[in-house]
Every structure is written in structure tokens, then in C-alpha cells.
């Protein structure tokens, strides 16, 4: 538990995760029937290894600011992602909650990704999965 933890706390990849993950047990969304295509998204949201700029460059050797390949007018982090990319707002409208997007935080998206009901997982997940495969297509 100590060593889990101390990972937790001294890794740059985790520095999302560790703002909702506060003990070392399965998470109860991975015993959830979804799509696995959905789930993986989820999953690797969570764990910082998506496609998304602040992800994919955490360990680059040369640090650089990626604007959002989506909409090109802000620094393309978890936050903005999910919460406030305007090329995102109609799937963002239709599912997820507008109290996680009106007035983005961290914290907020911090709720969101620790958020339990089921219905809601989903929901963030396929928006997760949607929106990570549009931004694929708009990278090509």
C-alpha cells in the first residue's frame, strides 16, 4: 500500500489521477458491462495514457505547449478536453451533466472521473471514446 501509494504520489503520469484515486482497490466501474472499446477510453483517461496532447507528450524530452487539434484556442489538457472544447460541446451537452461543465475545473473534472453512478460512467465513457476517435480523425 505504501509503495502503491508513494508511486502515486511522486509520478508526473498520475498527477490527474491521484486528485480522485485515494485507495489501492479495484475501482467498481471495471466490473460494469460496457463495450470494451468504451471501457478502454475510460480506463485510459484515467490513467493518463490517451491520445490526448498532455498525455502523449508527458515523457517528450522537449516540452512544448500543443494547442487543441480540435478547435486550436487553448492548451489541449484533460480540462479542456473534457470540459470545455467547443468542437465537443453537443456530444459534451447530450452526455454529460452541465454541473461538471458550467464554470471547467479541475476539480470538477476530478468529480466527474470519480463520479459513481452507472449511468453517468457511461456516459463520460462514450463521450470519452466519441471524442478521442473524432480528435483521431482531425490529427490525419
Not at 486528485?19 to 490513467?47: C, G, P, Q
Not at 508527458?58 to 480540462?79: G, M, N, Q, T
Not at 452507472?118 to 478521442?132: I, Q
Request: proline share 2%; glycine share 0%; with cysteine.
Amino acid at each position: 500500500w505504501q509503495d502503491w501509494n508513494s508511486h502515486l504520489q511522486n509520478s508526473e503520469r498520475f498527477e490527474m489521477y491521484r486528485t480522485f484515486k485515494t485507495s489501492h482497490f479495484s475501482e467498481s466501474y471495471l466490473l460494469l458491462n460496457f463495450d470494451r472499446h468504451i471501457m478502454n477510453a475510460l480506463v485510459k483517461f484515467r490513467l493518463g495514457i490517451s491520445t490526448i496532447a498532455e498525455h502523449s507528450q508527458r515523457y517528450s524530452k522537449r516540452k512544448e505547449i500543443v494547442y487543441c487539434r480540435l478547435c486550436r484556442s487553448a492548451v489541449e489538457d484533460e480540462v479542456h478536453f473534457v470540459l470545455c472544447c467547443p468542437m465537443l460541446d453537443q456530444l459534451r451537452h447530450e452526455l454529460i451533466p452541465a454541473k461538471f461543465f458550467r464554470e471547467p475545473c479541475k476539480f470538477k473534472l476530478s468529480l466527474l472521473l470519480s463520479v459513481q453512478s452507472e449511468n453517468t460512467l457511461f456516459k463520460l465513457a462514450l463521450f470519452l471514446y466519441k471524442s478521442l476517435k473524432y480528435l483521431e480523425v482531425a490529427s490525419t
